[in-house]
T-cell receptor, first 114, second 116 residues
Framework: EPEVTQTPSHQVTQMGQEVILRCVPISNHLYFYWYRQILGQKVEFLVSFYNNEISEKSEIFDDQFSVERPDGSNFTLKIRSTKLEDSAMYFC????????????FGPGTRLTVL | AQSVTQLDSHVSVSEGTPVLLRCNYSSSYSPSLFWYVQHPNKGLQLLLKYTSAATLVKGINGFEAEFKKSETSFHLTKPSAHMSDAAEYFCVVSGKFSGGYNKLIFGAGTRLAVHP
């Protein structure tokens, strides 16, 4: 069964460093998403991406964040200058046809900022 | 705006007894509703989905949920708990946008413990 994959599973970085979180969505999906879950808090929407551009972003997704689909398979989330409060689990998700509600999630990347 | 409230942060049951995880939603239109499960150190797995076709939705692993519009509820149930059901469960509503994409709005989660 097709699944969303994410690498790395755990990333440790120093405050102020850039990190790139990688995702491989399900191959025929068209819509891509990033969510995050700070320890002990709700899963929060960050951004949605379609047709090589951002469709919607939350207030969390400020200028420090960017997303990219550099090739036909990968979908990345970059944080330019990490802050302590960026420590969280980051989930990538993808969905298929236009209007399809069902999003399939990857296993997550745990980001720890020291 | 859409929102979701999970009424219990922790539920503890004995193996073999019924499970009830409660969820209320708020939506300005007919929503799509989901339950996702997260096992320790795992990702989010879709349990089931409601999209107005039928009010009683069956999911994986024996779980089901009933959509009750009059009560704005979407409670998750299972007749008999298994030890492997111990996990965090999230009730989720979909917020649609005109571009065809959507964003998911998560409840705070209910941690289910199953005791022998």
């Amino acid at each position: 069964e097709p699944e969303v994959t994410q690498t790395p599973s755990h990333q440790v970085t120093q405050m102020g460093q850039e990190v790139i979180l990688r995702c491989v969505p399900i191959s025929n999906h068209l819509y891509f998403y990033w969510y995050r879950q700070i320890l002990g808090q709700k899963v929060e929407f960050l951004v949605s991406f379609y047709n090589n551009e951002i469709s919607e972003k939350s207030e969390i997704f400020d200028d420090q964040f960017s997303v990219e689909r550099p090739d036909g398979s990968n979908f990345t989330l970059k944080i330019r200058s990490t802050k302590l409060e960026d420590s969280a689990m980051y989930f990538c998700a993808s969905s298929g046809d236009r209007g399809s509600d069902t999003q399939y999630f990857g296993p997550g990347t745990r980001l720890t900022v020291l | 705006a859409q929102s979701v409230t999970q009424l219990d942060s922790h539920v503890s049951v004995s193996e073999g007894t019924p499970v009830l995880l409660r969820c209320n939603y708020s939506s300005s239109y007919s929503p799509s509703l989901f339950w996702y499960v997260q096992h320790p150190n795992k990702g989010l797995q879709l349990l089931l989905k409601y999209t107005s076709a039928a009010t009683l939705v069956k999911g994986i692993n024996g779980f089901e949920a009933e959509f009750k519009k009059s009560e704005t509820s979407f409670h998750l149930t299972k007749p008999s708990a298994h030890m492997s059901d111990a996990a965090e469960y999230f009730c989720v509503v979909s917020g649609k946008f005109s571009g065809g994409y959507n964003k998911l709005i998560f409840g705070a989660g209910t941690r289910l413990a199953v005791h022998p």
